[in-house]
């Protein structure tokens, strides 16, 4: 019988500390390949290494974010694959996913998925190009947030990562309501799989667009991280460190609120600071 894997692995380590040496029992991050099939046309659009746990929110957050679909009821079933060879048993690592009569997605931008790794989903393979095709909107103009709301966002992640309070090792992305009330949390070993993962579960729950929220990613913001809160509606992003470029001109284009190295009391925003109230704002001048 296959065993549903889990999301943290037992492992044996060596603790060295000030000259001595023990033996201790630790938890690892579990990170196995996770592959999306789509049944008609029967092709494998995606594999991707991810942390088991919400793999049908992590399915259909990827599909909605390359435009395979545009709604909940573009997926007819999402299923684990059944291997008939085996006496029936799931494989846990592969989803089917049937889409709706009379959907015909182009699949061709889905060539560079086929393999995405935990660390970095597409990196540069993707182009700004693809998100104006798509003809994605730019984002409303709405909510206006607090600097303190904003400064109190990461110790909510933080508090609420449990996975990552037993390994060490893994990335969050979270959903706030612009009170900055933590509403969703998904954990992955890859930041783009968790956000997926979000997003996901926004769409399967109906509640896209996320035009009133503030996502919050571990990690830093990447063009990836960007594409998909631009799908999404997503008018504030923020993370604990810095974005790319490419980020920046994805924010600044579709009009998002993009803020990072987030620590404490001290945030920097690269684009959209009108979203954010603050007591005193100093111009840039020319010295």
Not at 205 to 232: D, N, W, Y
Not at 245 to 250: C, T, W
């Amino acid at each position: 019988m296959i065993k549903r894997p889990g999301s943290k692995t037992k492992a044996s380590v060596w603790v060295v500390e000030k000259g001595q040496v023990r033996p201790r029992q630790d938890q690892l991050t579990t990170e196995e390949p996770l592959e999306i099939r789509l049944m008609s046309p029967r092709r494998t659009v995606a594999v991707t290494m991810r942390t088991p746990g919400a793999d049908f929110e992590l399915t259909a957050g990827f599909l909605y974010s390359e435009g395979v679909i545009r709604c909940k009821e573009d997926i007819q079933r999402m299923s684990y694959c059944v291997d008939d060879s085996v006496d029936g048993e799931q494989r846990y690592n592969i989803v089917n996913v049937a889409l709706r009569e009379g959907l015909n997605p182009d699949l061709q931008p889905l060539e560079r998925h086929f393999y995405t790794s935990s660390a970095c989903g597409v990196c540069g393979k993707a182009s700004l190009e693809a998100l104006r095709f798509r003809g994605c909107p730019a984002i409303l103009a709405e909510p206006i947030v607090s600097a303190e709301i904003i400064y109190n966002l990461p110790d909510q992640l933080r508090a609420a990562q449990g996975i990552f309070n037993s390994t060490g090792s893994l990335h969050a992305a979270a959903l706030f309501d612009p009170q900055g009330q933590l509403l969703n949390l998904h954990e992955d070993v890859g930041r783009h799989n968790a956000l997926d993962k979000l997003i996901g579960s926004a769409l399967l729950s109906e509640q896209l667009p996320l035009s009133h929220h503030i996502v919050m990613v571990s990690g830093r913001s990447s063009f990836e991280i960007l594409q998909k809160c631009t799908t999404a509606g997503v008018p504030i992003v923020c993370s604990v460190s810095a974005p790319s470029s490419l980020a920046v001109s994805v924010a600044q284009e579709f009009g998002i609120t993009l803020i990072g190295f987030l620590r404490g009391e001290r945030f920097n925003v690269y684009t959209g600071i009108e979203r954010i109230n603050i007591s005193q704002k100093v111009s840039f001048t020319n010295r």
